[in-house]
């Protein structure tokens, strides 16, 4: 059974760190990746990581955000540094596996002084 469970949101000032964790159980994924939604707005893409490659992230998140998992490829993390006002949302964790899709159902993290 597939399950993505994230934990690690929170409240931090500006400024501030958080890391995100995701777990995924259910077997293997190609694909890996971090989303994010803030009131009133769509869904956006944060960042991805694949077992070969290099990370990928959204202009947003370059310099800020850094992607990694472990070894086993079923734990994701995000680790989340000089956060913005403008990071406020939910952030979802994101699995692929060939055509089909997963996600984890949030986490939130508020950015606020």
């Known amino acids: 059974q597939v399950r993505l469970v994230e934990s690690g949101g929170g409240l931090v000032q500006p400024g501030g760190s958080l890391r995100l964790s995701c777990r995924a159980s259910?077997?293997?994924?190609?694909?890996l990746a971090w989303y994010r939604q803030a009131p009133g707005k769509q869904r956006e893409l944060v960042a991805t990581?694949?077992?070969?490659?290099?990370?990928y992230y959204a202009d947003f998140a370059k310099g800020r955000f850094s992607i990694s998992k472990d070894r086993a490829g079923n734990s994701v993390y995000l680790q989340m540094n000089s956060l913005k006002l403008e990071d406020t949302a939910v952030y979802f964790c994101?699995?692929?596996?060939?055509?089909?899709?997963?996600w984890g159902q949030g986490t939130q993290v508020t950015v606020s002084s």
């Open positions: 994101n699995a692929r596996r060939g055509p089909a899709e997963f």
């Open positions: 259910g077997g293997a994924y190609n694909r």
């Open positions: 990581i694949i077992p070969s490659g290099s990370p």
